[in-house]
Every structure is written in C-alpha cells, then in structure tokens.
C-alpha cells in the first residue's frame, strides 16, 4: 500500500490525511483516563503488592519508579505517536513505516499482524478473568461471599469451581464489554472511562483511608516504607521492577498504537503519556496501600500473588475485618472496574484492524471479535494460567519491540521526530531518538529474554 501523504526520506514532511469518519477521543481527559483504563489492570492490584511484599517496600519502589519513568518517556510516547501518525492500528502502523524506508508497506503489514494477534490472546484470557471478577462482586454485593467467613476449604472451593466452570459469567463479561464498545471510542471507551476511572480512586482511596484505621494495619504501612540500601543492590530486584513497570504501563505495539490512533494532531504526547505513568503509578500505589495493612491487620502474610491473593487469601482478611461486608464490596467494585477498562482495551486493537482492513461497520466487528473472544476464553477455561503466561511472557514483548523498531530503525529519525513533535510548542530534546531507538528496544529485547528464562518478570 502506497502512502501517499506520508513523508518520505527527502521528500514532503506533510502528515497523513485524516480520515474524515475516523472516531477519535473528544477531549484530552478522555483519552488519557482511557490508557490509564488500560494500563490499570490486575497487575496493579495482585502483583505489585507482592512485589513489595517480597522485596521490600521502598527498596522496590524506587527502581520501580525510575523504570516508569524511563519507559514513560520513550516506550508509552513512541506507541502514541506511532498510531497517531499514521492513524491507524498495529497493521497500517507498520506498513506506513516500512513504506517510509523501503518504498512498500508489505512487510510491516505482515509483522503487524503479530501485535492484533497477542492483543486479541491476551482479551481472551482477560475474558475468563473478567468472568471471575464479575461473579465475585456478584457475591460480594449479594453478602454470599462474606458468608463463607474465614473459612479457606470453602473460599477455595470457591474459587476452584470458579476458575474451571464460569461460562455464565464469561458471557457477562463479553456482554458488558460489547456494551460500551459498540457505541465507538469518543461515545462508548471514552465515556465509560470517564466514570469508571474516577471512581475506581475515589473508592480505592477510601478503603485506604478505613483500612489504615484497623489495629495493626500500621504494620503494613511500616513495611512498605522501609528502605534497606543493601538490596538496591541486587540485580533481580531491578530486573523485577523494571518488569512490572514494563507490563503495567501496557505497551505493547497494540493497544496504545490504537489509542494514539484516534488523537487529534493538536495533542501533546509527552505530557499525556506522563499523566498515563503518574495515575498508573498511582493506582498500583494504592493497591499495595490497601492490601499489605489489610493483610498485617488480620495477621496473613503477603506470601501469595497472582489470582490467590485476590479471591482466595484476600477474601478471607476482607471476611474476617469489621466493617469487612461493605469494604469486600467496594472493593470487588474496584476491581470490576480495573478489570473492564483493561478488556475494552486489549480488544479494541482486533476490532479497529476489522474496521479499517476490511471495512466493517462498528457492530459488526465489535460483535466479530467479542463473540468469538466469549467462545475462545469458554473454551481454554482449564489452561488460563498458561495461556496469560505464554502471551505476557512472549507475545507482549514482542509486539512492543515490533513497534520500537519499526518507530524508529526503520522509519528514522525524522518521522519520529514529526510524529512526536506534533502539537508541541517547544521540541522534545535531542536525547529522545537515541534514548527510545537504542535504550528503549534494548529493554523491550530484556524483558522477552528475561522473561523466558524467569518464567514473567512483569
């Protein structure tokens, strides 16, 4: 596909036209509320706090911090201006790239369909997730799940007929992501976002505020703010923050690409993927905030991350706390909606590339993609655990190296310059091309090789 309105090297520096039916973000609040949306997930919620369990509070926090702001400030701005300026998914992104250097898009189309496809693995295993959650704020709000108490033979009873029998509630999940996606990004994911995500602080600082009031809670406060300089030391400590940071931030040359596609030209990139990093930082912040006290107040150990902790070890402490009726709804509220602003975003790169390669309407795709996402994440019920692995580990990396290399070694320094220049009053440094080209895709190699050999890092 010739892009005829995309620069090429020596030639015009104009942009690419845009399409006057493109749906786009109607405000720069909704857009940003939608990555944050899509970066707060339960990776936030069930694995930072056990990283700071294991590590150490502030011994984690500080290299976590300075890993998003390194990725923040290369990765999250390439994968906004990469689908801006092209103004379209992982697919059109590439070829446009590819096109800018070798006078053809063929080979970055074919390169972008690995993105669209670790995208649409990752919703589906995301499905069976949401399933999860959803039958468990059902519990929650209804007072069943405070009826089991403390006691763990029932709560993981629970959960095991949960994790291997939830196809009801998968088809919930599905339904209530179809729900808001089908009304378009500016009416439907930007909409939804703009309710969900204020609440989802608001509510999550509240229990904040109740739970650090519980006897012995202070205990938790007191771990996570506690430094040992010795373990900064440590190589796997910064490899392992430099993971979560990686996978929190949810770049991967998928849905961030599409985001960035439906921004107007006048946005300014930088600060909006800074605002991105803070409340996604913010948010994981507050996880560990709420359930390390929570758990040093009913006297558990923060030994356990992943799905346990939140629908297993969690609910016990939540059951066993006064006031732990109300707190464990509100909470599963939170996570309900944690959990459906990341769906409607891993989603939404598989439905736009329907949308835009072969011209379907929204319904349609949206249906396409959602029902047959609802019948994969029925059918791998039993293998959930695996199947998020292999993504995570391999698919996600991947599709975020794709998107560095093809950003910046193929399409060069000048495109990448205009595309994340645009809508700035003042250019960003000259450390921004050499930082994201080399620093950035070295990273992106890490965290797959690491991954690989540590079984996840993020």
Same mark, same amino acid.
């Given at each position: 596909?010739?892009?005829?309105? *995309?620069?090429?090297?020596?030639?015009?520096?104009?942009?690419?036209?845009?399409?006057?039916?493109?749906?786009?973000?109607?405000?720069?609040?909704?857009?940003?509320?939608?990555?944050?949306?899509?970066?707060?997930? +339960?990776?936030? %919620?069930?694995?930072?706090?056990? +990283?700071?369990?294991?590590?150490?509070?502030?011994?984690?926090?500080?290299?976590?911090?300075?890993?998003?702001?390194?990725? =923040? =400030?290369?990765?999250?701005?390439?994968?906004?201006?990469?689908?801006?300026?092209?103004?379209?998914?992982?697919?059109?992104? !590439?070829?446009?790239?590819?096109?800018?250097?070798?006078?053809?898009?063929?080979?970055?189309?074919?390169?972008?369909?690995?993105?669209?496809?670790?995208? +649409?693995?990752?919703?589906?295993?995301?499905?069976?997730?949401?399933?999860?959650?959803?039958?468990?704020?059902?519990?929650?709000?209804?007072?069943?799940?405070?009826?089991?108490?403390?006691?763990?033979?029932?709560?993981?009873?629970?959960?095991?007929?949960?994790?291997?029998?939830?196809?009801?509630?998968?088809?919930?999940?599905?339904?209530?992501?179809?729900?808001?996606?089908?009304?378009?990004?500016?009416?439907?994911?930007?909409?939804?976002?703009?309710?969900?995500?204020?609440?989802?602080?608001?509510?999550?600082?509240?229990?904040?505020?109740?739970?650090?009031?519980?006897?012995?809670?202070?205990?938790?406060?007191?771990?996570?703010?506690?430094?040992?300089?010795?373990?900064?030391?440590?190589?796997?400590?910064?490899?392992?923050? !430099?993971? *979560?940071?990686?996978?929190?931030?949810?770049?991967? @040359?998928?849905?961030?690409?599409?985001?960035?596609?439906?921004?107007?030209?006048?946005?300014?990139?930088?600060?909006?993927?800074?605002?991105?990093?803070?409340?996604?930082?913010?948010?994981?912040?507050?996880? =560990?905030?709420?359930?390390?006290?929570?758990?040093?107040?009913?006297? =558990?150990?923060?030994?356990?991350?992943?799905?346990?902790?939140?629908?297993?070890?969690?609910?016990?402490?939540?059951?066993?706390?006064?006031?732990?009726?109300?707190? @464990?709804?509100?909470?599963?509220?939170?996570? !309900?909606?944690?959990?459906?602003?990341?769906?409607?975003?891993?989603?939404?790169?598989?439905?736009?590339?329907?949308?835009?390669?072969?011209?379907?309407?929204?319904?349609?795709?949206?249906?396409?993609?959602?029902?047959?996402?609802?019948?994969?994440?029925?059918?791998?019920?039993? %293998?959930?655990?695996?199947?998020?692995?292999?993504?995570?580990?391999?698919?996600?990396?991947?599709?975020?190296?794709?998107?560095?290399?093809?950003?910046?070694?193929?399409?060069?320094?000048?495109?990448?310059?205009?595309?994340?220049?645009?809508?700035?009053?003042?250019?960003?440094?000259?450390?921004?091309?050499?930082?994201?080209?080399?620093?950035?895709?070295?990273?992106?190699?890490?965290?797959?090789?690491?991954?690989?050999?540590?079984?996840?890092?993020?």
């Amino acid at each position: 596909m010739n892009h005829k309105n *995309q620069a090429r090297p020596g030639g015009s520096t104009s942009a690419p036209v845009a399409s006057m039916n493109r749906d786009q973000f109607s405000s720069r609040l909704g857009f940003i509320l939608a990555c944050i949306g899509s970066a707060v997930g +339960m990776g936030n %919620i069930w694995r930072f706090p056990i +990283m700071i369990s294991m590590w150490g509070g502030l011994n984690f926090l500080i290299p976590y911090a300075l890993c998003v702001l390194l990725i =923040a =400030a290369t990765g999250v701005i390439a994968e906004f201006a990469l689908g801006r300026s092209t103004e379209g998914g992982p697919i059109k992104a !590439f070829g446009v790239c590819a096109n800018e250097r070798f006078g053809s898009s063929l080979i970055g189309r074919i390169f972008g369909v690995i993105p669209i496809l670790g995208s +649409m693995a990752l919703a589906i295993g995301y499905t069976v997730v949401m399933g999860w959650i959803i039958k468990y704020t059902f519990l929650a709000l209804s007072g069943r799940l405070h009826a089991l108490g403390g006691d763990m033979d029932q709560i993981g009873a629970t959960f095991g007929q949960t994790a291997t029998s939830n196809a009801t509630w998968i088809i919930v999940a599905g339904l209530a992501s179809l729900i808001i996606m089908v009304f378009g990004v500016s009416n439907g994911i930007e909409k939804a976002n703009k309710v969900m995500m204020p609440l989802l602080f608001f509510l999550m600082l509240g229990l904040t505020i109740y739970v650090q009031s519980l006897s012995g809670a202070r205990d938790g406060y007191r771990y996570i703010f506690t430094l040992n300089p010795e373990a900064l030391k440590n190589p796997l400590l910064w490899l392992f923050a !430099f993971g *979560q940071a990686f996978f929190s931030l949810s770049i991967a @040359g998928n849905g961030s690409v599409i985001y960035g596609s439906y921004l107007p030209k006048t946005e300014n990139l930088p600060a909006s993927a800074r605002h991105v990093a803070f409340f996604d930082t913010l948010s994981a912040l507050l996880a =560990a905030f709420l359930i390390i006290p929570a758990m040093a107040a009913g006297g =558990a150990e923060l030994n356990e991350g992943g799905p346990g902790l939140m629908f297993i070890y969690l609910v016990r402490v939540l059951n066993q706390m006064p006031g732990g009726l109300i707190v @464990g709804m509100i909470f599963y509220v939170c996570v !309900f909606f944690a959990g459906l602003s990341s769906i409607i975003n891993l989603y939404e790169a598989p439905v736009a590339t329907l949308q835009q390669e072969l011209k379907l309407s929204r319904v349609i795709s949206t249906t396409v993609i959602l029902v047959g996402g609802v019948i994969a994440a029925i059918l791998i019920q039993a %293998i959930t655990e695996g199947w998020m692995n292999v993504v995570s580990i391999y698919i996600c990396p991947i599709g975020a190296l794709l998107a560095a290399i093809f950003f910046t070694w193929v399409a060069g320094k000048s495109f990448v310059n205009r595309a994340v220049n645009q809508g700035r009053s003042k250019p960003l440094g000259a450390w921004y091309f050499p930082l994201t080209k080399y620093i950035y895709c070295a990273l992106c190699l890490l965290a797959l090789i690491a991954g690989a050999i540590k079984g996840g890092i993020g």
